[in-house]
């Protein structure tokens, strides 16, 4: 499956984003999707994850309260919406997709995006 992340750009502190991902290739809705995101001289780490149906999320505490993910299986998308921004939220975020459940492991993930730069300036 092919994923291709938009809707990154610079924001200032405090300020939100929508972030998509457009799937294209095998079935969209058999799959977990998430995003991750890296920092420059970082690993990449989980940030929000949706099951196949939608009915079950997970969020990094860095991200509860922020952000919400959601998806919509007739459109093949996925999407996070990011409020109340901060510096450090500052990363490549990455959009995957995993045939397994829904998982916070970057390893157990399938096929990834390109990534979407989002650079939250103070």
């Known amino acids: 499956m092919q994923l291709e992340e938009s809707g990154g750009g610079l924001v200032q502190d405090g300020g939100s984003l929508t972030l998509s991902c457009a799937a294209t290739?095998?079935?969209?809705?058999?799959?977990?999707m998430a995003w991750f995101r890296q920092a420059p001289g970082k690993e990449r780490v989980f940030v929000a994850g949706?099951?196949?149906?939608?009915?079950?999320?997970l969020y990094a505490d860095s991200a509860k309260g922020r952000f919400t993910i959601s998806r919509d299986n007739a459109k093949n998308t996925v999407t996070l919406q990011m409020t109340n921004l901060k510096p450090e939220d500052t990363a490549v975020y990455f959009c995957?997709?995993?045939?397994?459940?829904?998982?916070?492991?970057?390893?157990?993930?399938?096929?990834w995006g390109q990534g979407t730069q989002v650079t939250v300036s103070s």
């Open positions: 995957a997709a995993a045939i397994l459940d829904l998982t916070v492991n970057d390893y157990e993930y399938d096929d």
């Open positions: 290739g095998r079935a969209f809705s058999r799959y977990a």
């Open positions: 949706i099951n196949w149906s939608g009915g079950r999320t």
